[in-house]
């Protein structure tokens, strides 16, 4: 799971980063004016903007992480633009009654109709609706109350997957999906050993 902080938001789009020029601007007017200036001007300007350098790439032998944040004051991480244009691609079912880890950001973000939006985490920082171990939600997460359970870069942190499978598929209803994305490269994160 990745950390969850009072500053940064589940998606990674935090409006107290954007110069002020662009915090009142809807996300798809953004979306449209990255689209015009295209990835390399974003990026220069991103970082121009926020006080940031330009990534130099070299030869890649470096020890250090570019990033301690993921990639996200620099925009977007390169996972998160798949992981976007998979849920926007499956929008039409993050519907009805939608679970999903950590937080409900995706859900607000992506969903259609959706008229119950719970989350489910170990970490009570982030407030989530069931604060359970997925692993050992059995009596917590009701059977069969959901529609689309959404498990975002998530899976790669389980350590009892079959467990967490099982009861993924036991709080989705019949005909629901769960829409899961694994992140093939992530950093170490300091609060993944006290939880999982």
């Known amino acids: 799971m990745a950390h969850c902080s ?25 979306e449209s004016l990255k689209r015009t200036v295209g990835p390399a001007w974003s990026t220069r300007l991103r970082c121009m903007t926020r006080g940031k350098p330009l990534p130099r790439w070299g030869n890649l032998r470096r020890t250090q992480p570019f990033s301690a944040y993921f990639g996200f ?13 998979f849920l926007d691609q499956h929008r039409a079912e993050i519907t009805g009654a939608v679970l999903e880890i950590q937080s ?17 985490d170990i970490n009570p920082k982030c ?3 069931y604060l359970c171990d ?3 939600s059995g009596t917590t997460i ?18 009892r997957l079959d467990l967490c499978l099982h009861h993924a598929l036991r709080v989705v209803r019949p005909g629901g ?16 050993p006290e939880y999982w």
């Open 6 to 30: 009072a500053t940064s938001t589940h998606n990674g789009c935090s409006r107290r980063r954007l110069p002020k020029g662009l915090r009142g601007l809807s996300a798809s007017w953004r």
């Open 127 to 129: 407030h989530p609706t």
């Open 104 to 120: 409900f950001g995706y859900t607000s973000r992506y969903g259609r109709n959706v008229y119950r939006s719970d989350s489910v």
């Open 73 to 85: 004051e620099r925009g977007t991480p390169v996972d998160r633009y798949y992981l976007h244009k």
């Open 177 to 192: 999906v769960i829409l899961a994305s694994v992140a093939g490269l992530i950093p170490l994160i300091p609060d993944g």
């Open 134 to 136: 997925l692993a050992d």
């Open 142 to 159: 009701p059977n069969a109350r959901y529609d689309c359970f959404l498990l975002p870069n998530t899976i790669q942190h389980f350590r």
